[in-house]
């Protein structure tokens, strides 16, 4: 059973940076597609932004141009580049890889935004 394990949660002042990774333990089809989802307490979970290995990406409306999302098929990794963040994106990051019907999740990492 393939593992992600993700990295680069942590606490940043409003308009500041992240960069989030999520590296799965085996090697990955590039038509799998791979992303990031958020849950903010009392809140469901919602897509943050997906990518396929060709690179075609989705984002969330409300990340639209302040999140990219990118891949490493070499490394089967995927990335979230954060700028411009606001308190209300503050939230547990989930990566997140679809295997045909089955979703794997990660352990989740704390985002923190302070104003």
């Known amino acids: 059973q393939v593992q992600l394990q993700e990295s680069g949660g942590g606490v940043v002042q409003a308009g500041g940076s992240l960069r989030l990774s999520c590296a799965a333990s085996?090697?990955?089809?590039?038509?799998?597609?791979m992303g990031w989802y958020r849950q903010a307490p009392g809140n469901e979970r919602e897509l943050v932004a997906t990518?396929?290995?060709?690179?075609?990406?989705n984002y969330g409306d409300s990340v639209k141009g302040r999140f990219t999302i990118s891949r490493d098929n070499a490394k089967n990794t995927v990335y979230l580049q954060m700028n411009s963040l606001k308190p209300e994106d503050t939230a547990v990051y989930y990566c997140?890889?679809?295997?045909?019907?089955?979703?794997?999740w990660g352990q989740g990492t704390q985002v923190t935004v302070s104003s």
């Open positions: 997140n890889l679809r295997l045909g019907a089955v979703s794997i």
């Open positions: 990518i396929i290995g060709g690179g075609a990406a």
């Open positions: 085996r090697t990955i089809l590039r038509i799998n597609p």
